[in-house]
């Protein structure tokens, strides 16, 4: 069974988030420009994207990317955004 891509979303790298997904089982790509989410989502298995809250054009990419998307708030914490992405993705490889 294949790992859950998900492609991060962010103003600046690294990401302490991309570390915890990537403990809790999911594949994880970073990505600060709109350019980079679509590239990445044509070459690479991405199920989907999760952005931070303080992207300016998150809403826009959220609705051109076809995919599953969770638009973070600044309150969200690595533990729910974890258990809101095995809630999408139960049948993944993921650690709990």
Same mark, same amino acid.
């Given at each position: 069974?294949?790992?859950? &891509?998900? /492609?991060?979303?962010?103003?600046?790298?690294?990401?302490?988030?991309?570390?915890?997904?990537?403990?809790? &089982? @999911?594949?994880?790509?970073?990505?600060?420009?709109?350019?980079?989410?679509?590239?990445? #989502?044509?070459?690479?298995?991405?199920?989907?994207?999760?952005?931070?809250?303080?992207?300016?054009?998150?809403?826009? /990419?959220?609705?051109?990317? &076809?995919?599953? #998307?969770?638009?973070?708030?600044?309150?969200?914490?690595?533990?729910?955004?974890?258990?809101?992405?095995?809630?999408? @993705?139960?049948?993944?490889?993921?650690?709990?």
């Amino acid at each position: 069974m294949r790992q859950t &891509g998900i /492609i991060y979303v962010a103003t600046r790298q690294p990401s302490q988030l991309t570390e915890e997904l990537t403990r809790a &089982g @999911f594949q994880v790509w970073e990505a600060l420009a709109e350019s980079e989410v679509l590239h990445l #989502c044509a070459t690479e298995d991405i199920d989907a994207l999760v952005i931070a809250h303080d992207v300016p054009w998150r809403k826009r /990419i959220a609705a051109d990317s &076809g995919r599953v #998307c969770v638009l973070l708030e600044p309150t969200t914490t690595p533990k729910e955004l974890v258990w809101e992405l095995v809630q999408l @993705f139960p049948s993944r490889e993921t650690v709990q």
